[in-house]
């Protein structure tokens, strides 16, 4: 049977840097292979804020943003086999086919068979399921668009979850969390008794902190330009904090990275998104085997630098995606490890609101004590 367009509440944005518009949309069915899902929370990212801004070279508009959701599916496609009406699930900006290249090499989690359609605010078939009061097409965003009451999503971006865990909650695992808390325990492999600093203590940082606590890192060090940043960090498990803005004269916070851990450190966070603070995570790092994994996202235009003899004497330059996890295979071990308590994950939520203070949220990313506000519908 075909579904029926639903008419619902969204938040658009039309152009960058603009409030978000809220309106009512039209939500069309999900066509083959497709699922339409009734967002229940979402929360906001720094990244939606960094489209929203018009720094991403991807951002397309008029658009709906959102990529950090959880919600209950309302109806499927032709040939959905993975999910069904009535299960909760959390969307995907890193989808998982299981059969492509990507999938089938063991060494990623990025996966081809969405990607490119997706970083173009369309559907799969190159459509889009959103429009506005006027009939006038809306894109799709990162392949969630979680601010807006009912979403289409691609099958392969969407994993259904226990139903008892709370959707309020587990939103979070749709990003900031799983980003910071795999980066550490999946691209970095962070092991017992190693050196770990993150540079940025936002959700994303802060669940890197986790991730090295949980792999009995010997010091974790917080660098972050906020000193109200200092209690929450050593809440998380970080054992130093350094403001790099308060440092004596001429001193480095690389030269006092270097100095506090004997050389350099095992592994460093970027979750800042500044591409001068990369380059001082990469300079942290021991020589010889120190690793620098970049989380942050830059403005387009920006570069990365630094000396060739950096890596020449072997720091390594990594990158990491969704904290390479794979959404779909391995989204279910998260909520288990946040119910059995061994990942924290409510104690991000800083603000609570209804879906109508949308950008009042937006607003929260500024406050400097704000880790997640999480909206409800
Ligand atoms: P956030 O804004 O909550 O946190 C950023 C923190 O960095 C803040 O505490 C801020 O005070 C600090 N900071 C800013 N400039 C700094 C500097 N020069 N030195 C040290 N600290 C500084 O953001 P978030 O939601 O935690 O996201 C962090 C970054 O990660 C963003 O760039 C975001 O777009 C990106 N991100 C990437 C992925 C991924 O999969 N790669 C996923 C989620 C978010
Ligand atoms: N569109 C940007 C890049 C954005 C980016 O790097 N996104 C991160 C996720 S941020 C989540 O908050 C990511 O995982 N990227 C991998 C991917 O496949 O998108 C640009 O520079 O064009
Ligand atoms: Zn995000």
């Not at 399921?129 to 006027?134: L, M, T």
């Not at 990158?319 to 909520?335: P, T």
């Not at 939520?349 to 949308?358: G, K, P, S």
Request: net charge negative; with cysteine.
């Amino acid at each position: 049977t075909v579904g029926k367009p639903i008419e619902c509440k969204a938040a658009i944005s039309y152009k960058p840097k603009a409030p978000l518009v809220i309106d009512t949309i039209t939500v069309d069915p999900p066509k083959a292979h497709e699922v339409r899902i009734k967002i229940v929370n979402t929360a906001i990212c720094h990244t939606d804020a960094y489209t929203l801004s018009g720094n991403d070279s991807e951002g397309m508009f008029p658009c709906i943003l959102g990529h950090e959701g959880s919600g209950i599916v309302e109806s499927v496609g032709p040939d959905v086999t993975t999910v069904k009406v009535g299960d909760h699930v959390i969307p995907l900006y890193t989808a998982e086919c299981g059969v492509c290249k990507f999938c089938k090499s063991g060494k990623t989690n990025l996966c081809g068979s969405v990607r490119a359609t997706q970083g173009k605010g369309v559907m799969p078939d190159g459509t889009v399921r959103f429009h506005n009061s006027k009939g006038e097409a809306l894109y799709h965003f990162m392949g969630c668009s979680t601010f807006s009451e009912y979403t289409v999503v691609a099958d392969v971006s969407v994993v259904a979850i226990d139903p008892t865990a709370p959707l309020e909650s587990v939103c979070l695992l749709g990003c900031g969390v799983t980003t910071g808390y795999g980066a550490a325990i999946k691209t970095a492999d962070v092991q017992k008794g190693d050196t770990v600093a993150v540079f940025g203590a936002g959700t994303v940082g802060l669940s890197v902190v986790q991730g090295a606590q949980s792999r009995e890192a010997s010091k974790i060090i917080v660098v972050d330009i906020n000193d109200n940043k200092e209690t929450v960090s050593r809440q998380f498990g970080a054992t130093d904090f350094v403001n790099p803005t308060k440092l004596p004269e001429g001193q480095t916070i690389v030269d006092k990275l270097i100095e506090m851990t004997d050389g350099g450190l095992e592994f460093t966070f970027d979750c800042t998104g500044n591409v001068q603070v990369m380059r001082n995570a990469l300079e942290a790092c021991h020589k010889g085997w120190g690793q620098s994994i970049i989380i942050g996202v830059a403005d387009a235009g920006k570069e990365i630098s630094t000396r060739p003899f950096q890596l020449v004497t072997g720091r390594v330059w990594k990158g990491s995606a969704f904290g390479g996890i794979k959404g779909r295979s391995e989204m279910g071990g998260l909520i288990k490890d946040y119910q059995n308590k061994k990942l924290k994950v409510d104690e991000f939520i800083t603000a609570r609101r209804t879906f109508d203070e949308i950008n009042e949220g937006f607003e929260d990313l500024h406050n400097g004590t704000c880790l997640r506000t999480v909206l409800k519908f």
